[in-house]
């Protein structure tokens, strides 16, 4: 017989992995905790047991699709300056978006969820939970960096905004037509916006103009 930890094991995991399914099948859906338990087999009491509210839920569901989608982190990878390897990680994010057809399609599903007409409530709440969680991301690589000595102490915050926004836009290029190799441009694109936050006016944690980390597969 199952102990007690190994079924609160068993339901939390069936809680997650419900809800990921859901945000899966439905990006802009509102995972409502009546909704979620359902799903997983559980009493809406037994949720909450587990994630007292709603956000707690979705920001658990939304870091572990991130972590699933992001094996290996680059960033570890003492053998490589640091901003190839912080180049590295941000290019793994943008693989996420995929290119060509793909991407078209990311965009299009982006637009139609939440600029074509005004997002629902779930909708919005599942979008600030995805975008938190990805701004988190990289303010844990700046901080790893942070403590390395490669980039000065300073607001990490307003930091992983800056590199969120350059990954927003790249993002949306991809999906448009280019006049010459996307991947290539955009890796340039990406070691600008690094250098721009690591440079602390001394060469620490730089890399050198002509440093060409691997474009993300597509």
Known sequence: MATSENDGHSTRDKILVAAATMVGEDPTARLSVRAVAARAGVSTGSLRHFFPTQQDLLDTVVAGIYDVALLGDPLHDRERPAAER??????????????????????????????????????????????????????????????EGAIPAGDDVQRARFLSTVLNGLTVERALPADGPRLAAEADTLRLAVLSVLHDGDGRGTATPSADPSPAPG
């Open 86 to 147: 912080l180049v590295a990680c941000l290019q793994q994010v943008l693989t996420l978006v995929g290119t060509g057809d793909k991407a078209r399609e990311t965009w299009r599903s982006t637009y139609q969820a939440y600029v074509a007409s005004r997002p629902s409530d779930g909708a919005a709440t599942t979008y600030l939970a995805l975008e938190r969680s990805a701004r988190r991301r990289i303010e844990q690589w700046l901080a790893v960096l942070t403590d």
